[in-house]
């Protein structure tokens, strides 16, 4: 999970449109919120990922489902609020189900910098904060739930580590040209951009990783670390979730 900034609401989504329409979904139950414009404009609050499980939306059974962050059979007046329509998978969405979000609070990626509540430790999310606030996303969220998200993210961050070692072993210019070894090393990085899926964790592996750091001091010896390096880098801090 990553931190996002809430985007200018479509401008198809207009105060009459959304009363109208709260309305009705208040009178006949009816889903307001299937327009494919809509729909697509809530995918991109978060670059077509989860905004819970940073995993990418509309591949394979993997479609976007509309979590209402304060549920719907609660907070009616709010079923067309622009704040409170977050993209979610089947998974994150169906195991928050009503969950009370204003009674007990979790993180709203779009409110809240998951850094405060989160961390990230063998490819499992912990709590962080005093509150509880981290723990009950956790627990809500199902984000530790093995079939679904931890054995994909042991499968990509194991990749990742595997990549890093590779990239070090061969760090010495005798063996690796130059470019070849930046080109690898910014592609590697760019997983962790945060348009990427499972950006946080990308990013998380790549900054804690001895070889990583290894190979920044290398670089960095020999002149090679640039502007670039260095913008991917800050990009990575941007979305990791260490143990801080």
């Known amino acids: 999970m990553i931190k996002y900034n809430l985007p200018q609401k479509p401008k198809k989504l207009t105060k009459e449109l959304q009363e109208q329409l709260t309305q009705k979904f208040k009178d006949t139950g009816e889903i307001v919120w299937k327009a494919e414009w809509l729909k697509k404009a809530i995918a991109d609050k978060s670059f077509g990922k989860c905004c819970y ?15 209402h962050f304060l549920p719907k059979s609660q907070y009616a007046d709010l079923v067309l609020e622009w704040s409170n329509l977050n993209p979610s998978c089947k998974t994150c969405n169906a195991s928050k189900g009503d969950h009370d979000s204003k009674k007990e609070s979790i993180v709203n990626p779009f409110q809240d910098n998951p850094k405060d509540y989160l961390y990230l430790k063998a490819y499992r999310y912990y709590g962080k904060d005093d509150k509880g606030i981290g723990k009950k996303t956790i627990e809500v969220l199902k984000l530790n739930n093995n079939e679904q998200f931890v054995d994909k ?15 070090y072993k061969n760090c010495d210019l005798f063996f690796q040209p130059e470019r070849l070894l930046l080109e690898n090393l910014e592609n590697l ?20 990783d001895n070889n990583f750091k290894n190979i920044e001091t290398y670089l960095k010896e020999n ?17 990791a979730l260490p143990n801080l």
């Open 53 to 67: 499980s940073d995993i990418k939306l509309g591949e394979e059974s993997k479609y976007m489902e509309v979590d």
């Open 223 to 239: 002149n090679l670390w640039d502007e670039e390096l260095e913008s991917l880098k800050s990009e990575l801090a941007f979305c």
């Open 153 to 167: 993210r042991a499968d990509i961050g194991n990749e990742v580590k595997y990549q890093l070692h590779f990239l």
């Open 189 to 208: 990085m760019q997983r962790g951009n945060r348009k990427e899926e499972y950006a946080a964790l990308v990013s998380t592996v790549i900054l804690e």
